[in-house]
Nanobody
């Protein structure tokens, strides 16, 4: 499985951005797909993922109510709509895919496939 991420950029605090991630290769639909992010000098942290078949979504507390994750099944693509962005959202955002068990969906070690990362910078 290959993941191609896009959509990062520079935005002012309070602004919006949308990230996209397209999956290709051997995808059978039984996977979880989403986003992690890594700020300079910090660990790569969970942002949001969704269960591809059922569509259930999960969010980190820090982004709930501001970020929305959705999917376009025909294109094997997910979209992360990020609104009300804050300077602390600045990070490299990585698309991830895998088959984590429910209790591990927020753990980066549970994901086998990663995209190349896209920079999101929010200025104050």
């Amino acid at each position: 499985v290959q993941l191609q991420a896009s959509g990062g950029g520079l935005v002012q605090s309070g602004g919006s951005l949308r990230l996209s991630c397209a999956a290709s290769g051997r995808t059978d639909g039984r996977f979880v797909m989403g986003w992690f992010r890594q700020a300079p000098g910090k660990e790569r942290d969970f942002v949001s993922v969704l269960n591809w078949n059922g569509g259930a979504t999960y969010y980190a507390d820090s982004v709930k109510g501001r970020f929305t994750l959705s999917r376009e099944k025909a294109k094997y693509t997910i979209y992360l709509q990020m609104n009300s962005l804050k300077p602390e959202d600045t990070a490299v955002y990585y698309c991830a895919a895998g088959r984590p068990i429910l209790s591990s969906f927020a753990e980066r070690s549970a994901y086998n496939y990663w995209g190349q990362g896209t920079q999101v910078t929010v200025s104050s």
